[in-house]
């Protein structure tokens, strides 16, 4: 969820960084190597600043300024690191209350001891 936002907001900032306009079909790409390659995310900090090679070459994005463009986002990548766990928790939180009230389950109906 939050890698896939991240990889398409990153690629996207390095094109226009790079002054390069992708097409649709490029954007497209884009938007579908992101999801793909976020699922099979490691998670470990900073992975989706490897990731962003992978969909860089899927739009044949590549060269020294690119190499530059991500070191400059390296520095940034940590607190952003912690948007995307944070994004990811209250997705999969979502997901999991959607898929319990549709099953009859309620975190509400539950007895939860005292701490």
Not at 14 to 32: E, F, K, R, Y
Not at 58 to 63: E, F, H, I, M, T
Request: aromatic share 4%; charged share 15%; hydrophobic share 55%.
């Amino acid at each position: 969820d939050g890698t896939a936002l991240y990889e398409c907001a990153g690629v996207l900032f390095i094109a226009q960084a790079m002054g390069i306009h992708l097409s649709v079909l490029q954007q497209v790409t884009v938007v579908v190597t992101a999801l793909l390659a976020s699922i099979g995310a490691a998670a470990v900090p900073s992975a989706g600043l490897v990731i962003i090679f992978l969909v860089l070459e899927a739009v044949d994005l590549r060269g020294p300024n690119v190499e530059l463009i991500v070191g400059a986002m390296l520095g940034i990548d940590r607190p952003l690191d912690m948007f995307r766990t944070a994004v990811n928790v209250f997705s999969d939180s979502c997901g999991a209350a959607i898929i319990a009230r549709s099953e009859g389950e309620s975190a509400v109906d539950a007895e939860v001891a005292p701490l």
